[in-house]
């Protein structure tokens, strides 16, 4: 049974930074692409971040760009994205996705490519 299991969210004031993590298990995370999306009520799932099966590409939205690092340790079977200078509109569910493929390509953008997902994790920035 795959699992993913998201962590690290909280409530952080504006310019504050949080660390969240995805673990995996029940697949084999170092085939798989991985990305994070975040959803507000109401509001249609947005992509944040995206990482390749080997680390060795990533792609993050234009709203998180300069702010966000996404990275993966494949012995742990673990992702994790380090977001800096958190505001406000940042508040949302974050989840994590996983997706079976070695291929990379901006299409991973898409939530509807992937596969498996976590249940979320909640981070909220006040003001």
């Known amino acids: 049974q795959v699992q993913l299991v998201e962590s690290g969210g909280g409530l952080v004031q504006a310019g504050g930074s949080l660390r969240l993590s995805c673990a995996a298990s029940g697949l084999t995370f170092s085939r798989c692409a991985m990305g994070w999306f975040r959803q507000v009520p109401g509001k249609e799932r947005e992509f944040v971040a995206a990482i390749s099966w080997s680390g060795g590409s990533t792609y993050l939205a234009d709203s998180v760009k300069g702010r966000a690092t996404i990275t993966r340790d494949n012995a742990k079977n673990t992702m994790y994205v380090q977001m800096n200078s958190l505001r406000p509109e940042d508040t949302a569910v974050y989840y994590c996705?996983?997706?079976?493929?070695?291929?990379?390509?901006?299409?991973?953008?898409?939530?509807?490519?992937?596969?498996?997902w976590g249940q979320g994790t909640q981070v909220t920035v006040s003001s």
């Open positions: 996705a996983a997706k079976k493929t070695t291929d990379w390509g901006p299409w991973l953008n898409d939530g509807s490519g992937y596969t498996y």
